[in-house]
């Protein structure tokens, strides 16, 4: 799986602003918000839900609320895919101009 790095495109924004690329510098920020955006889901949805499955792995116990889990897990799923997908067409528009 292809994805975007927060750190990297952060770096790219900073470079782009201060060498004065203003084209780049904006497609850059796009990317740098739309993962912002995946984090913040990654970490308020995601995470609780993975860190609560592998626990699950590891005891070998089913949680009562596993088919719950597995609902919201799938409901940010597309939201997830979209914007990993945003932040990295934006950098290769970044990359190309």
């Known amino acids: 799986m292809v994805t975007a790095d927060p750190a990297t495109a952060v770096a790219a924004t900073i ?16 990317a740098v918000a739309a ?5 913040a889901l990654y970490a ?3 995470k609780p839900i ?4 592998t626990g699950a792995a590891l005891s070998g116990v ?14 940010v799923m597309p939201a ?11 950098l290769v528009i970044a990359l190309a101009i």
């Open 15 to 30: 470079a782009a602003f201060v060498t004065g690329h203003s084209g780049t510098a904006l497609w850059c920020t796009v």
């Open 35 to 39: 993962l912002t955006v995946w984090l």
């Open 44 to 46: 308020f949805v995601a």
């Open 50 to 53: 993975n860190t609560r499955q």
């Open 62 to 75: 089913i949680p009562s609320d596993a088919e719950e889990l597995q609902e919201r897990w799938d409901s």
């Open 80 to 90: 997830r895919i979209a914007l990993q997908t945003v932040a990295l067409a934006a």
